[in-house]
């Protein structure tokens, strides 16, 4: 079963970008510059963040519905990136390398399922996520730090 994975839209996090430092934390936004590669992974590109650029870590709602699972996290949004990240069965960089929780939902918003895989693992959990026809989409998550990391749709 083919599947896409997404970044984030980088339209709601643009007005923050060229802000300076006291406005950013009046608004709760944190700017930083990378001071090592890989370590910081952008949720609009999927991307590592190079060395020396900036990001802005930001608190992100990452599941809207009324229910318990309603979620929001801190993320990192690399400081003017534009295209979001959107392939069709490709594990982008930035979910390569970590230990991800993958969180299927139905269309109410509840969790349906939920299981842990890294690297080559991810394409295979994916599947059997979506074979329960009650799963809606998938939520991508860090799970180290439990961070938002990319949303998965059936292609």
């Given at each position: 079963m083919s599947f896409r994975i997404s970044g984030l839209s980088a339209e709601p996090y643009r007005p923050l970008f060229?802000?300076?430092?006291?406005?950013?934390?009046?608004?709760?936004?944190?700017?930083?510059r990378?001071?090592?590669?890989?370590?910081?992974?952008?949720?609009?590109?999927?991307?590592?963040?190079?060395?020396?650029?900036?990001?802005?870590?930001?608190n992100h709602i990452s599941q809207l519905a009324d229910t318990a699972y309603r979620a929001?996290?801190?993320?990192?949004?690399?400081?003017?990136a534009d295209e979001a990240y959107?392939?069709?069965?490709?594990?982008p960089e930035v979910m390569q390398s970590r230990i991800l929780s993958l969180r299927g939902f139905g269309r109410d918003g509840m969790m349906v399922d939920a299981d842990l895989a890294s690297g080559a693992e991810v394409p295979d959990l994916i599947n059997r996520l979506f074979a329960d026809p009650?799963?809606?989409t998938?939520?991508?998550?860090?799970?180290?730090r439990g961070c938002y990391a990319a949303r998965v749709d059936r292609a």
């Open positions: 060229g802000l300076t430092d006291i406005e950013l934390g009046a608004l709760g936004v944190q700017r930083l990378v001071d090592e590669y890989p370590g910081y992974p952008d949720r609009i590109t999927l991307r590592e963040v190079p060395v020396g650029e900036t990001l802005l870590l930001v929001s996290h801190a993320i990192f949004v690399w400081e003017g959107s392939e069709i069965d490709t594990i009650a799963i809606d998938i939520h991508v998550h860090n799970a180290k």
